[in-house]
């Protein structure tokens, strides 16, 4: 199953060229999320919570997932790998401040596609999350890699800004914060873009 760019951007709330590379991915650790790529800091701040609501519920779901964790490079803190927003509006979660499960599914993704690389078998990432929302939060993950390139195990652990929450949302987006299932280790779980909307002819 593909997705347009210029479509996932629209349900995100932006404009065409929002969805950068690599290509948007479903990963899962405890359920599974689109790990979507960000052109920059100031376009991902500038997204809606939630982003179109509705449009992006229903974008999400063709791609078998009700969360988009969206992210950049860019930082805040410079000790900070990545900077995240995840949104969730089918799930009655526009944004999400501290989402351990996604963040150690990003930390798959991005040591699977090379940018964050392992020492002595170990890749460790800072993910900075919730600061639009008034609720910042720093996970810490750990990506344990086999000798094959293999994904073994993620862990995942940090701090949060506790604010009200609504249980029921909260466990459908939470296995638990420290999460050790490995994820899928196998580019079967690519989401490609479109030719077209990568820019190819």
């Not at 401040?97 to 170990?122: E, F, I």
């Not at 293999?150 to 940090?158: K, L």
């Not at 638990?176 to 779980?189: E, Y």
Request: hydrophobic fraction near 35%; aromatic fraction near 4%.
């Amino acid at each position: 199953t593909s997705i347009d760019a210029d479509e996932l951007a629209a349900a995100l709330g932006g404009n065409s060229g929002l969805v950068s590379e690599p290509a948007p991915q479903v990963v899962t650790t405890a359920l599974p999320q689109l790990m979507v790529p960000i052109r920059s800091l100031e376009d991902l701040k500038a997204l809606p919570s939630g982003g179109a609501g509705a449009r992006l519920a229903q974008t999400l779901r063709t791609v078998g997932t009700d969360c988009a964790m969206c992210y950049t490079s860019e930082t805040e803190d410079a000790n900070a790998t990545v900077h995240c927003r995840m949104f969730a509006p089918g799930l009655g979660v526009p944004e999400d401040p501290a989402t351990g499960s996604a963040a150690g599914a990003l930390g798959s993704y991005l040591v699977w596609h090379g940018l964050v690389r392992p020492h002595d078998g170990v890749a460790s990432m800072i993910v900075e999350q919730g600061i639009e929302i008034g609720r910042p939060s720093r996970i810490h993950v750990e990506i344990s890699v086999g000798n094959g390139g293999e994904i073994t195990e993620v862990r995942v652990g940090g701090q949060a800004v506790t604010s009200s929450w609504n249980p029921a949302s909260w466990h459908r987006l939470h296995n638990s914060w420290r999460n050790t299932a490995p994820p899928p280790s196998t580019p079967s779980s690519l989401i490609p873009l479109s030719r077209r909307s990568m820019g190819n002819s």
